[in-house]
T-cell receptor, first 115, second 113 residues
Framework: NAGVMQNPRHLVRRRGQEARLRCSPM?????VYWYRQLPEEGLKFMVY????????ESGMPKERFSAEFPKEGPSILRIQQVVRGDSAAYFC?????????????FGNGTRLTVT | AQSVTQLDSQVPVFEEAPVELRCNYS??????LFWYVQYPNQGLQLLLK??????LVESINGFEAEFNKSQTSFHLRKPSVHISDTAEYFC???????????FGDGTTLTVKP
C-alpha cells in the first residue's frame, strides 16, 4: 500500500504524558501537513513541513506541540504533557514536490484519547 | 488569508433524492477548490477538484460541483443519492503557491431509505 501511513491508529495517554504520532507520506511526496479534528468540528491546520524544514507552523499551539520531518524516516508530531483538551483525531496528509495545485492525500488518522 | 464556509452542518435526504451541499469561500488571491469525503474512522479522500478551465467538474460517482467566481461559491450536487453516500463532506481551498489547504467545518450527509 503506497498511501499515507499513520501510526498508531489509536493512542491512549494519561494527563502529563507525552504523545508521539508518526506519519509516512506517500512514495515520492516530500510535503507533509498535520491537521487536528475535534469532535463535531472540521479540520484545523497545524503545521506544514518539507524534508528537514518547517514551512508553516501558524496553526501549532505555542507550547507543548512540536513537529519534525527528518531526512530519513517518518514525520513526527509530538505533544508533551498532554491534557484532556488534546483528545482529538490527528490527520497527516502529503503532496508531491513542486508548486502545482495538488490535492492532499490523507492517512487514516491517529485518535488520541487523554484520560 | 483564506476561509471556507459550509452553510449546512447536517443534510438529511431520502435515497434517490437530489442533494446540494453549499460551500462559499473568501480569498484575496485566486484559489484552487476541492471537495473531500470522509467515511467513519477514515481519513479524507478527494472527491473532485477545480483548478482551471470549465467551471463544472464531475467525480466518477455522480457528484458534480460548479465554480462560481462572482458568488465565490463551489456547491456540490448529486441528482440522485444512494445510502452509500452517507458521509462527511469537506470543502477546501488552496492558494496558488502550494502550502496549506483551508477546510470548512464539514457537512454531514445522511441518506435515509
Amino acid at each position: 500500500n503506497a498511501g499515507v501511513m499513520q501510526n498508531p491508529r489509536h493512542l491512549v495517554r494519561r494527563r502529563g504524558q507525552e504523545a508521539r504520532l508518526r506519519c509516512s507520506p506517500m512514495k515520492g511526496h516530500s510535503h507533509v501537513y498535520w491537521y487536528r479534528q475535534l469532535p463535531e468540528e472540521g479540520l484545523k491546520f497545524m503545521v506544514y513541513l518539507q524534508k528537514e524544514n518547517i514551512i508553516d507552523e501558524s496553526g501549532m499551539p505555542k507550547e507543548r506541540f512540536s513537529a519534525e520531518f527528518p531526512k530519513e524516516g517518518p514525520s513526527i508530531l509530538r505533544i508533551q504533557q498532554v491534557v484532556r483538551g488534546d483528545s482529538a483525531a490527528y490527520f497527516c496528509a502529503s503532496s508531491p514536490p513542486g508548486q502545482g495545485p495538488s490535492p492532499l492525500h490523507f492517512g487514516n488518522g491517529t485518535r488520541l484519547t487523554v484520560t | 488569508a483564506q476561509s471556507v464556509t459550509q452553510l449546512d452542518s447536517q443534510v438529511p435526504v431520502f435515497e434517490e433524492a437530489p442533494v446540494e451541499l453549499r460551500c462559499n469561500y473568501s480569498s484575496s488571491v485566486s484559489v484552487y477548490l476541492f471537495w473531500y469525503v470522509q467515511y467513519p474512522n477514515q481519513g479524507l479522500q478527494l472527491l473532485l477538484k477545480y483548478l482551471s478551465g470549465s467551471t463544472l467538474v464531475e467525480s466518477i460517482n455522480g457528484f458534480e460541483a460548479e465554480f462560481n467566481k462572482s458568488q465565490t461559491s463551489f456547491h456540490l450536487r448529486k441528482p440522485s443519492v444512494h445510502i452509500s453516500d452517507t458521509a462527511e463532506y469537506f470543502c477546501a481551498v488552496r492558494g496558488p503557491n502550494a502550502g496549506k489547504s483551508t477546510f470548512g467545518d464539514g457537512t454531514t450527509l445522511t441518506v435515509k431509505p
